[in-house]
């Protein structure tokens, strides 16, 4: 034997192991995983719908957050054109790469098709797995969006037009770290019921606020109503509830200049305190479910509201928010929940706290201790499903974590 064949043979040896942090127990006694090209575990499927023998029912697109899904099921209607004879077909397990960037995937993203066999836009990539390939595995891989980003940054160019410069083959080119496919297959099945777990926990936190939504339509009366349709036993026998406007019980207030701005009023903040000024305002934890509510948003602390569009930026100026004070007659937390029930929805901003000023109130007795009764019943709902919602999200940062530990990066494996 050659020096030469003796000096490659020392530093082959001398090669450390590539593992992740965290390996599964039964492959720990396993050798390391193999920096492999991507076109050595994909192969680019150019079968096209010539036939005719998808639909436009079939057509498929590709989420980041949901993956490949059926168009007319996931968002009511087909975008595709007038033919889909040219679209690429995609069967069950393929991988899919759309040219298309979102703000957290600016080079488009990688995703398995885990439902039926559709067809996606030419725009589009479809690849296909070898034997020794798990696309469930892979898919949970570019999940993550660093893993994703590193991968596809150095192959795509990107256009004037913020198009992908990229064709169907250079996306394979790209090197990964992966296991043998029994291991492969196993990390999949590990994070599928990570997964699982997170599907739950998700509709759970769905149905606590579509079953909120519910109870207020019954705990607040209904159109040309003047009764509640639900109301506590301790108060079923109460008469009709008082009827006025927000301007006779509502004082507005134009915060101090600070309390405008984005730095004070973020999405997701909660309370923002001016002790000096006894404003208390701020954007509930629960900001999810009021944009689903439309405008206008109610927020209030223990003394004062404050109202905002939701859907448009921070206002500097004293027009973008307002405090809105109760005069006595009711309860900030009844008001609160008052507005999120019945909201005043108009287009023009500059007409909205005029229409706001309008609006008609109705309310039971403040005397009777109602108002206190079904801001507590809804205050304590809520205070379950942003329970709820932290736990939803605590499951997603732990498997972030498990992920780094789980995968190898090319960037773990250059450094």
Request: glycine share 6%.
């Amino acid at each position: 034997m050659s020096n030469k064949t003796k000096t490659t043979n020392r530093k082959e040896n001398c090669q450390p192991k590539l593992v992740p942090k965290l390996r599964l127990p039964e492959f720990r006694s396993k050798e390391g995983w193999r920096i492999r090209t991507l076109k050595e575990l994909l192969f680019e499927a150019k079968k096209r719908n010539r036939e005719l023998e998808f639909s436009h029912s079939d057509v498929l697109s590709v989420s980041g957050e949901y993956g490949c899904v059926n168009q007319i099921e996931f968002m009511g209607r087909s975008y595709a054109g007038v033919s889909v004879k040219d679209y690429h077909v995609v069967e069950h397990g393929d991988i899919v790469y759309t040219k298309s960037p979102l703000k957290r995937n600016p080079f488009g993203i990688i995703k398995a098709n885990k439902g039926k066999r559709g067809i996606v836009s030419t725009l589009y990539a479809v690849y296909r797995p070898f034997p020794d390939c798990s696309t469930t595995y892979l898919d949970h891989f570019f999940s993550g969006d660093h893993n994703l980003n590193s991968y596809l940054q150095p192959i795509v160019k990107k256009g004037p037009k913020n198009d992908m410069k990229v064709n169907n083959a250079d996306v394979l080119k790209g090197d990964i770290c992966v296991p043998e496919l029994k291991e492969q297959q196993k990390i999949a099945e590990f994070l599928d019921t990570v997964d699982e777990l997170l599907a739950s926990q998700s509709k759970k936190v769905a149905a606590l606020k579509t079953h909120k939504k519910g109870l207020m339509q019954q705990l607040f009366p209904g159109e040309g109503k003047a009764k509640p349709h639900l109301r506590f036993p301790q108060f079923e026998k109460g008469g009709e509830w008082m009827e006025s406007t927000v301007a006779e019980n509502v004082l507005t207030i134009t915060p101090p200049k600070k309390l405008q701005t984005s730095d004070y009023l973020t999405i997701g903040s909660f309370p923002i305190v001016d002790q000096s000024q006894d404003y208390i305002c701020g954007w509930t934890n629960d900001s999810e479910s009021l944009i689903d509510v439309g405008f206008p948003v109610i927020v209030f602390g223990d003394h004062t509201c404050a109202l905002k569009y939701i859907d448009r930026p921070f206002a500097q100026g004293a027009d973008g928010i307002k405090i809105l004070r109760p005069r006595g007659q009711i309860d900030t937390a009844f008001l609160f929940y008052s507005m999120q029930a019945n909201p005043v929805v108009q287009e023009s901003y500059k007409r909205h706290f005029s229409m706001l000023r309008e609006k008609k109130l109705l309310f039971p007795d403040p005397k009777s201790g109602e108002q206190q009764r079904i801001a507590d019943c809804l205050a304590s709902l809520d205070d379950f499903i942003t329970m709820q919602t932290q736990k939803l999200e605590a499951l997603k940062t732990h498997k972030k974590a498990l992920m780094q530990q789980l995968f190898l990066s090319m960037a773990v494996v250059n450094g």
